[in-house]
C-alpha cells in the first residue's frame, strides 16, 4: 500500500516488484457501491494487502475497481532502530526510519541505517516486498546521507542483527549535498 489517501473510501496504490497500479476504494466485504468500510481493515500505508477487484480504468489508464474487497494483509510496527534490535528475529515487519551511512556498491541495497538511537545493517532494499533481491535498489536511487524509510523483518546473520526480508522501499529524503531533492 503506498500514497494511501485519507477518507473512508480506501483509495491508494498497490505496489509490487512489476509495478503500481491505482485501488480506486477498497471495502471490507464484496459489495456493489463503496460502503465506506476500509477503516475497520487497519490497513496502513506500506501494508502488504491481498485484495480481489475488476480491472477497471479511468481516462485511460488502468485501475482495480468494482470497488474491491478485502482478502488479507500483512502488517508492520512502527519502531527506532534501539525497539527492532531489542525485538525478536522473527516474521514480524518493522517499519524503521534513519540515516544510509556505509552504503555499499552493488545492486542489493546493503547498508548502515543510523537513527537517534543507534544503528543497523540492512541486508539489502527492494522497490517493493518480494521474496528474494531482486536487484531493484539502484531504481530507488538513494544516496550515502538520504533519510529513509523502510519495512523489513528483524534478523541475524552469526548473531549480529540486521533487517531482513530483503526490506522494502517506502520513501526517502535526500541528504545534504544531493541538491535537496525529494524522490520518495
Do not use: C, M
Request: negative net charge.
Amino acid at each position: 500500500v503506498a500514497n494511501l489517501q485519507a477518507g473512508d473510501y480506501g483509495n491508494f496504490d498497490l505496489v509490487d516488484a512489476t509495478g503500481s497500479v491505482y485501488v480506486y476504494g477498497l471495502t471490507a466485504t464484496q459489495v456493489s457501491k463503496n460502503d465506506k468500510s476500509f477503516p475497520t481493515l487497519g490497513i496502513k500505508e506500506g501494508d502488504i494487502v491481498t485484495l480481489i477487484g475488476t480491472r477497471a480504468d479511468y481516462k485511460g489508464t488502468a485501475q482495480v475497481g468494482g470497488p474491491a474487497y478485502y482478502v488479507s494483509h500483512e502488517g508492520h510496527k512502527t519502531a527506532t532502530v534501539a525497539e527492532f534490535l531489542a525485538a525478536a528475529t522473527g516474521d514480524t515487519w518493522y517499519q524503521l526510519t534513519g540515516t544510509i551511512t556505509n552504503l555499499q556498491t552493488s545492486d542489493y541495497g546493503n547498508f548502515d541505517l543510523v537513527d537517534e538511537t543507534g544503528s543497523v545493517y540492512v541486508y539489502g532494499i527492494t522497490v517493493a516486498p518480494v521474496a528474494k533481491n531482486d536487484k531493484s535498489f539502484p531504481k530507488l536511487g538513494l544516496k550515502e546521507g538520504d533519510k529513509v524509510t523502510l519495512i523489513g523483518k528483524r534478523a541475524e546473520y552469526k548473531g549480529t542483527p540486521q533487517v531482513g526480508g530483503p526490506a522494502y522501499y517506502i520513501s526517502h529524503e535526500a541528504g545534504a549535498g544531493d541538491g535537496g531533492n525529494d524522490d520518495g
